[in-house]
């Protein structure tokens, strides 16, 4: 916070007050990298997109009330956690 006191205007003032207000609200992004956890938005964007593409089968159109019904069992079959052989005799 020192280093940005030094320029004294007033709009460094409001920020180093919003910090000390906010202080135990603001995540420490370094303790968190230290513990291997990611902090950008990569991993939650690259999810949307797993989940919007295990929802999109051809020819198939949902409603949004119905998606968790399909995404669950289609994400167990994607990720070889669900087999039909369990359900059904081939």
Excluded at 5 to 30: K, M, Q, W
Excluded at 47 to 63: D, E, M
């Amino acid at each position: 916070m020192n280093a940005f006191e030094v320029t004294g205007s007033e709009a460094t003032r409001r920020f180093c007050g919003y910090l000390e207000r906010h202080r135990d609200r603001i995540p420490n992004y370094r303790y968190y990298q230290e513990e291997g956890w990611p902090i950008g938005s990569g991993d939650v964007e690259s999810l949307v997109k797993q989940i919007n593409q295990r929802t999109k089968i051809s020819g198939a159109s949902w409603k949004a009330e119905r998606v968790p019904q399909v995404l669950a069992p289609r994400c167990a079959y994607l990720n070889g956690m669900l087999s039909p052989q369990q359900y059904f005799s081939l």
